[in-house]
């Protein structure tokens, strides 16, 4: 099988501008190298004022036929996942394309004698083993659809979006390791479950051997509901013939209200931008071990550690722990064990493990990395030449990726070895993007040499295609700001050669060690502690997360203490949201500067949490402008 590949500077610019003068022919190019039940009758049909946006029109295919069966006859005993323990001394699991199969097979056949049918929603919370890819496979092979949710949420960050999906089904896992600590997920499946009595059936698989309580009538084991399928002689499970249209998964991403939105990403559209983006990008060669260190409860493990390269046929690692256990030399032990020849992190990781200089690195050979990349948020060129230099050792190109959820896939990176790479740049879109930069009021800012608010204009395969039950949310957030383009939230410089550069999000959304996190959201998780009349939350620069959390509270007068305070608040946010929305600053004030309409003034905080107390901007439009020195003179 051979993908579309743009293998040098001069096929890119070519391929460029064949996909600005001809996306339909371009991009039904690329879908002809997958396998489909029944050709699109027509490639694209589009609008962005609604949206309405629908590729290869009434095409067929399951996207499992082309991650797995496809490779069966040229690739079947070939690794598909290679499985590396948090306990590195514990067994490592090699799954080949063929058992890969027949594991998601089986597992259909669970899903299945269970209930779930097409279109149903299945939420899945797991820690990063196999069967969490093995769910979401046979989820994808029956039809139905997935919502995978991060094991760092907390039980009521679960009940809001199983709720939201209206998911009758759950998949988790008695627990889960992560470094030293034991996650205790159907714990907290059970008490976000409280507030889901529409739940008819959790299937839960036993990793930790964690004691659970296992509610009769409505949870199962894993292992005995494989048995059953097993005693009953079931091997193949026919894959669902699905729309290209046809929702293939949502995944709730914060924005900026109190509320996640559920994106949903299609089948068919997805499964090509996913492929596409991952073969090019990372210049992906048969035989090639690829790692990518995300957690599959992002978008990046759902695109570039299962769909991308299972469709394009790589062998995909998989790790279950954290890098810095039970050393900080775990990312360079498994690249040197495997031979891992693409290495995929975030800027946060390289820059926790810079802290611990190049000793961890020196006990491993790395000389099979060829390519390596970032994603998630901007990364600074001191990490960048860290990166390129101690993990790269001055050999290879980085990929720099933006993309986001909504998105689905990479849309602006140089390509690895074929166009140049650029300390914190993400250089230039993929073929099919078209990227274009808008001012406040939504006017096109042309040439070189400068900054605005990152649009785009033309949809790709990838594109979101609403968000789940509120389709005019989804118009509302991407759509409306500036009609007639889809708008990211990201502010963008373009250099004098034409290179995107990301500088970060214009909106209400923070970037936590990648991860997105709404300040609406840790404002309302705030003012439920008790003892908190009003708060107010934003980002200021932090030497490992890229973005930290402050958070600006004022307490009713019963509270004294105010160490023991600020443990409850951090207590209650994890409790709420879960413990990667706890702030890292808390300051304690007694007013915040509104406006007389009782507006916030985030930038006058915004400010003072990044350590100026000089040009605070104009002060004179507050009700009470002393409350800014109180501010100011009060900063952690
Ligand atoms: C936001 C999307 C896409 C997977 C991980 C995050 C920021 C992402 C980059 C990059 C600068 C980046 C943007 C974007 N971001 N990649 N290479 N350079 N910023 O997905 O949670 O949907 O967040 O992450 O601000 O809007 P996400």
Redesign the pocket.
Known sequence: MSFYRISNADKYRTAYQQSVEHPETFWSDIAGHFTWRKRWDKVLEWNFEQPDIKWFRNARLNITENCLDRHLADRGDQPAIIWEPNDPTQANRTITYRELHAQVCKFAHVLKNNGVGRADRVCIYMGMIPELAIAILACARIGAIHSVIFGGFSARSIADRVQDAGAEYVITADGAFRGGKVIELKSVVDDALEQCPFVKRVIVYSRTDTPVSMIQGRDVWWDDELENVHNAGYADFPAEEMDSEDPLFILY??GSTGKPKGVVHSSGGYMVYATYSFVNVFQYNPGDVYFCT?DIG???GHSYIVYGPLCAGATTVLFEGVPTWPEADRFWEIVDKYKVNILYT?PTAIRSLMAHGTGPIEKHDLSSLKVLG??????NEEAWQWYYENIGKGQCPIV????????GG?L??NLAGVTPHKPAH?TLPLPGVQPILVDDKGNEITGNGVAGNLCIKFPWPSILRTTYGDHERCRQNYFATYPGLYF???GCLRDLEGNYR?T??VDD?L?VS???IGTAEVENAINMHSGVIESAVVGYPHDIKGQGIYAYVILDSHHHDEKLTRLDINQTVSRLIGPIAKPDQIQFVTGLPKTRSGKIMRRILRKIAEGETENLGDTSTLLDPTIVDEIKNGKL
């Open positions: 991403t914060s995300a992002w978008i990046t975030a970032t994603v998630g948020e901007p990364i720099d990726t933006w993309w986001q959820t909504e998105t990479i602006i990176s993400a990211t939230g990201d990301i970060g999000r959304v970037n990648g991860h997105r």
